[in-house]
């Protein structure tokens, strides 16, 4: 048996839709875009920057993580680690049962066939996606399409022999992961 995987939603994203909003959406930053992203009450103006909120990795890993959780109710809900760098977002996914095999209590040898592993919009390492698809849990995978396409020009980077230069912080979960993608090759190599 392997490991069911969604790349492309759940099909609910007409059903969340409504979640998404009363949980990120704000009438003030829209009246702000709505006034040529400015904001005033007397001396004071405030500006809000023209490219504000989340980019589109973020609000599709935000949508399919609200979607797991409204498809599988009654399953055990991973996150590999936080979907993003936002608390907020974090707070409200915990609120909603979503549990994150990063948290001290937690552990990727916790995860079994019954449950929902969500990897983040960053993705994570080749040897984390294999041990959880030797778990044969479902993966909903919101990994993001940019990130996806550096990995693949890494990867054929380390086929053609090229070291890979992966600007990042060293420790952070989008540079090891898009790092693990070098070692597809015996000779692949990278510098952070």
Known sequence: MSAEVFKKGLDLKHVVAGDLAR????????????????????RVSVH???????CYGVERAVDYAYQARKKFPDRTV??????????????RLRASGIRFLSDPSESIEHVTSTDVVILP????????LERLISSDC???????????????????YARDGYTAVIHGKAQHEETQATASQARVTDNGRYVI
């Open 78 to 91: 991973y996150l590999t680690g936080e979907i993003i760098h936002n608390p907020h977002v974090n707070t």
């Open 138 to 156: 479902t993966l909903v995978d919101t990994t993001c399409g940019s990130v996806l396409n550096v990995w693949k020009n890494v990867r054929q």
């Open 23 to 42: 949980d990120y959406h704000s009438d003030l930053v829209q009246t702000i875009r709505l006034n040529d992203f400015t904001y005033k009450d007397g």
């Open 121 to 128: 919009a960053f993705g994570v390492t080749i040897r984390e």
């Open 48 to 54: 809000l920057a023209k490219e504000f909120g989340f």
